[in-house]
């Protein structure tokens, strides 16, 4: 059996510790200890992109001339790959990461995976925490938000996660998105406090399955779509 090999580490001030590492030519990452996600298992991440930019598709007639989007969180970069196929040209793809060795390992590790993604010139990367970027932007700043942050907002990636899912902070995306625009959450698993906490912040919620690969027999995953309602 081929053994994984350590190939990065870090950790955060809060104790946090990230670990990546490679094993049979995958990529795979951990959180204190625990696998968090890999090269392996994409799909729901890239049907994420797929879900949350369908209205500014390059060549729909919804499409604004210069689409603005946001994803929270970096991770292995496959989310941001898939905006980036679908928006075209020209966009601008905000990502908020808040652990600048994710952004490093990004430009090094993962660049045989997903290639030179950081410097796309559509690709704006601000190191930081969400809830900080989000609450210094304007009103209508974004066409979609795209967000993998946590697991659910009952199982944080770190405390300080909680308020971003405050009713404060879903009024502030509510006004940082376009009116047309649309916020999309990934989820490990269905949310139904958290989906019915964002139809009373104002928002129209759809749900979808989402699978860990393309060919896999059952939807473990979990997306939300958010607009506003009208």
Not at 38 to 45: G, Q, V
Not at 122 to 134: A, Y
Not at 143 to 148: K, S, T, V
């Amino acid at each position: 059996m081929k053994p994984y090999l350590k190939i990065a580490e870090s950790t955060m001030p809060d104790g946090t510790h990230y670990s990546l590492h490679k094993h049979d030519g995958k990529i795979y990452l951990k959180y204190n200890g625990y696998e968090l996600m890999s090269t392996a298992l994409t799909f729901s991440e890239q049907q994420l992109a797929d879900i949350g930019c369908q209205d500014i598709l390059e060549g729909k007639s919804s499409r604004p001339a210069h689409p603005k989007v946001l994803i929270g969180g970096l991770g292995l970069g496959f989310t941001l790959k898939r905006t980036l196929e679908l928006v075209g040209s020209p966009a601008t793809v905000d990502v908020a990461e808040l652990m600048p060795p994710l952004i490093e390992w990004n430009q090094t590790h993962l660049v045989e995976f997903n290639g030179p993604l950081l410097e796309d010139p559509r690709t704006v990367i601000i190191q930081g925490d969400l809830f900080d970027i989000v609450s210094k932007k304007k009103p209508g700043s974004y066409d979609a938000l795209l967000l993998d942050i946590d697991n659910t907002p009952d199982d944080l990636i770190t405390s300080g996660n909680a308020r971003l899912y405050s009713p404060g902070f879903l009024e502030k995306l509510r006004q940082v998105i376009t009116p047309q625009g649309c916020i999309a959450y990934w989820l490990s698993e269905p949310a139904p406090k958290f989906k019915k906490l964002l139809i009373k912040s104002g928002f129209a919620v759809e749900e979808f399955a989402s699978k860990t690969h393309e060919r896999a027999k059952r939807s473990r995953h979990c997306l939300l779509l958010a607009r506003r309602k009208s």
